[in-house]
């Protein structure tokens, strides 16, 4: 048996909001988010004919086209060239390939003692169950190090590039095409509150897993990037400025960048000069274990995520 | 272990690191950082080059705790430690002579990034010099190749981004190719490290298994460090990135960039796939081709030119020319030439880029030969400087020129097939050289009455004290050649 409930109580429970949403009485979206429709991109004539006349100029004086024979003739040769030497490059390469050592012959000069001694003593040198980060971040270090300095010098050349100051991107404002994007848009913002934070922990359970399951630095870093571009794509710069911004930028990446450094120059001091390495490798399987590559994975980890947001925030604001 | 013997890891190390503090740094401490650090690289890579010539010997330093072929290794031999500490003078030189113009030319606000590329370009010449894994010269090629790209477009102009554009596609090819060559050579040895694949390669090469892919792969190797180092028919990026960034960037690129990648070569000559087997390949037939090809075209390319920058980016091309027609000659001595023209080269061009500078600012920064006359009297030091290099780039006695192609004949003497068109291209290029290059000379000391102010050396001591050192390291490089030419060729014996 069941009471009628007075109206006033009735309308504030979930079912009263369901059914009117369901009569189409009322819009939730309406009132919460911004639906100003995006405006349709028109150029007008005068700025059409500016750019037609600019690009004519541009033909006429840079290439002097009426003038250039030379160009012309080096245009159509050019291409014929290019095609002729692809399929020469391609056809050199698939005859090439015929000629090497089949791909998982038992007789491949790859199975040598190098991959058996990384197969069979990887866990007992590294500590790591998962091979190929003991491979990586203990047995070539110098190489992964490496790899991590191209991420960073590709952030920094990004940034030459794209750059912009904040005081000219306050200014630009108009111009943002922040502005042709609907804002507070709620289906994003809240399948974002609520993928962000399985997402950032996933990528903090592969980062620190790195050494026991497939997984590591690079990839978990990967992801806790993709969670904070999801997040800044749904909740914009400002929000994300709260937590992240161009002052948290530098310290993450600094400080994981020279700690990372002082233990492959640590490892490899100690490595070189004959001496034991004091960083324990503990007992395999354990979540800390692995000697150096839990470290290194977790600063491998965050200097990533910060390179992925990085490129995003560059690219969409040219700051960060 | 004696401690001198892990400078060189801690040199790339200690430049990296570098590097990564210069990110948090404003633009007047990562300048500090970086003239610390070159000094400080240079000073170990001295000490190394000390104590590698007084052993006579080459050494492996572990890096970690894996010996190869496990993980990874470095190896210095005095050539090598040699090299660094040039390439760190000439850096530190080129830096320098540039620096007031680098103030000028980019934003403040990006001048901490500047010093990022130049540290991290440092540490991937020093790897790439010392490096014994071929894999590991891969990871640094990468990071050479950006950081080049990043010191052609700090000037954010639009023909300096169109010049990195151009400059990135065409090393990325480079790289490319550089890479397949890698991995097929991985793929027929199954080893990465140098040594490792150096004895696996002569194995191949007795049994006469992979012919084919052997060849093809040294044809990949070859033509990727080619392009990525501006042999003849791959130059085309090399005079907008040479011409159109800021100076010290283009005497870096010139003297260093390209001359790191041609020593991993002469590296991948000796160590990967054998000195006999490279000479027995075909392939240096058609390096000595395009040497040649490069030596006449380079020049007349210059001769042509209207803008001194550009003249001297395609002189260049014409001196790499020589080195890869060293290669081709195929004997030691064509080798130890080339080794030598690297070192002339690099102190000559650099001198070159950043003497140019000093002629085109006292000529409202016209490029055109026809505003810089008489620019020499309205900058004596630079104009100074400026006809030292072009006397020693076209080989008059006295200067490192003059040496590198003496000793360049000399090893085209020994080669019986290919001495006459060697000598016959030498001759032909150095008096092509003198055109252009005495025609500037004249051009600059032709008096003439200018609206353009002079200026002392008062001014700017700095610059007149990058140039005499360039200078005096020119006609050191000059007369002290035998002692240079024995360490080469002490250097290149235990090489292998």
């Known amino acids: 048996m069941s009471r009628i409930r007075k109206q006033s109580e009735y309308e504030k429970t979930f079912a009263y909001h369901f059914f009117r949403w369901l009569g189409g009485e009322k819009d939730a979206f309406v009132g919460n988010m911004e639906m100003r429709p995006q405006k349709e991109y028109r150029e007008e004539d005068a700025t059409i004919e500016e750019r037609m006349k600019d690009r004519q100029q541009a033909i006429a004086e840079v290439y002097d086209s009426s003038h250039n024979r030379e160009l012309k003739f080096f245009g159509a040769l050019y291409k014929c060239f290019s095609i002729v030497f692809c399929i020469a490059i391609v056809t050199l390469l698939v005859i090439t390939v015929s000629y090497l050592p089949s791909v998982g012959g038992v007789q491949k000069p790859t199975n040598n003692e190098v991959s058996e001694k990384y197969i069979t003593d990887g866990l007992e040198d590294t500590g790591a169950v998962n091979i190929v980060t003991g491979m990586i971040l203990s047995y070539r270090a110098f190489d992964t190090f490496g790899e991590t300095n191209v991420l960073f010098i590709a952030t920094c050349c990004v940034m030459i590039m794209l750059m912009v100051d904040e005081e000219k991107i306050r200014d630009n404002r108009e111009s943002n095409d922040r502005n042709f994007e609907p804002k507070n848009d709620v289906i994003l913002q809240v399948i974002a509150s609520l993928l962000a934070p399985i997402v950032f922990l996933f990528g903090i359970y592969i980062i620190l897993n790195g050494h026991l399951s497939p997984g590591g630095g690079f990839s978990g870093g990967a992801m806790i990037g993709a969670g904070m571009i999801l997040y800044v794509a749904a909740f914009g710069f400002e929000k994300t400025g709260r937590f992240f911004n161009e002052n948290v930028y530098k310290c993450v990446k600094v400080t994981a960048l020279l700690c990372y450094g002082c233990i492959v120059t640590y490892y490899f001091l100690t490595g070189a000069n004959g001496l034991p390495c004091l960083i324990p490798t503990g007992e395999a399987g354990k979540i800390l274990s692995g000697g150096i590559t839990l470290p290194i994975n977790i600063f491998v980890g965050s200097e990533v995520a910060c390179t992925m947001y990085a490129f995003y925030a560059l690219f969409r604001r040219g700051g960060l | ?496």
């Open chain 2, 1 to 496: 272990m004696e401690l001198i013997r892990n400078f060189p890891c801690l040199s790339i190390l200690l430049s990296m690191f570098s590097a990564i503090l210069s990110s948090a740094l404003k633009g007047r401490g990562a300048r500090r950082l970086n003239t610390f650090v070159v000094t400080a690289v240079g000073a170990l890579s001295a000490c190394t080059l000390y104590f590698t010539h007084v052993t006579g010997q080459s050494y492996v330093y572990v890096m970690g705790h894996f010996p190869a072929p496990f993980g990874n290794e470095i190896r210095f031999g005095s050539l090598e430690a040699g090299m660094a500490l040039f390439f760190c003078v000439i850096m530190l030189l080129s830096l320098n002579g540039g620096r007031k113009k680098l103030a000028m030319d980019i934003d403040p606000s990006k001048e901490n990034l500047y010093y990022i590329m130049v540290d991290l370009l440092l540490s991937s010449l020093l790897a790439l010099v010392y490096t014994n894994d071929l894999f590991t010269a891969y990871v640094f090629v990468e990071i050479n190749t950006i950081a080049a790209c990043g010191l052609i477009m700090i000037m954010e102009s639009g023909r300096a981004i169109e010049a990195a554009m151009r400059y990135m596609i065409m090393s990325l090819l480079g790289s490319g190719l550089f890479l397949i060559g890698l991995c097929m050579l991985y793929d027929m040895t199954g080893h990465l490290l140098m040594s490792n694949i150096g004895s696996s390669v002569r194995m191949i090469a007795e049994n006469g298994t992979y012919v084919i892919p052997l060849l093809v792969t040294i044809a990949l190797m070859v033509v990727g460090l080619a392009i990525k180092s501006a042999l003849f028919p791959f130059h085309a990026w090399l005079p907008d990135a040479y011409g159109y960034s800021t100076v010290s960037s283009a005497a870096m690129l010139s003297s260093l960039v390209s001359k790191g990648y041609i020593f991993l070569l002469i590296k991948i000559i000796y160590r990967v796939i054998g000195f006999d087997i490279f000479v027995n390949s075909r392939i240096i037939n058609v390096l000595f081709v395009f040497g040649l090809a490069g030596m006449i075209m380079g020049s007349t390319s210059a001769i042509r030119e209207n803008d001194i920058r550009r003249m001297i980016s395609y002189s260049s091309v014409a001196q790499i020319g020589y080195i890869y027609m060293g290669f081709g000659l195929g004997t030691s001595a064509g080798m130890v030439a080339s080794v030598f023209h690297i070192l002339a080269h690099a102190a000559t061009k650099s001198l070159l880029f950043i003497s140019g500078v000093g002629l085109t600012d006292v000529s409202g920064d016209h490029k055109e030969f026809i505003e810089l006359t008489g620019s020499a009297y309205r900058n004596v030091c630079a104009g100074l400087a400026f006809t030292v290099g072009s006397l020693s780039m076209v080989g008059i006695p006295l200067f490192s020129g003059f040496i590198s192609k003496l000793l360049f004949s000399q090893a085209a003497v020994q080669s019986q097939l290919k001495m006459l068109p060697a000598l016959i291209v030498l001759a032909v290029s150095t008096v092509l050289n003198a055109i252009y290059f005495m025609k500037t000379v004249i051009r600059i000391y032709t008096p003439v009455t200018s609206k353009y102010e002079s200026t002392s050396m008062k001014k700017n001591v700095l610059y007149a004290a990058t140039l005499f050192c360039f200078v005096a390291l020119n006609v050191g490089l000059g007369m002290c050649s035998q002692p240079i030419t024995d360490w080469i060729t002490q250097g290149l014996s235990v090489f292998a």
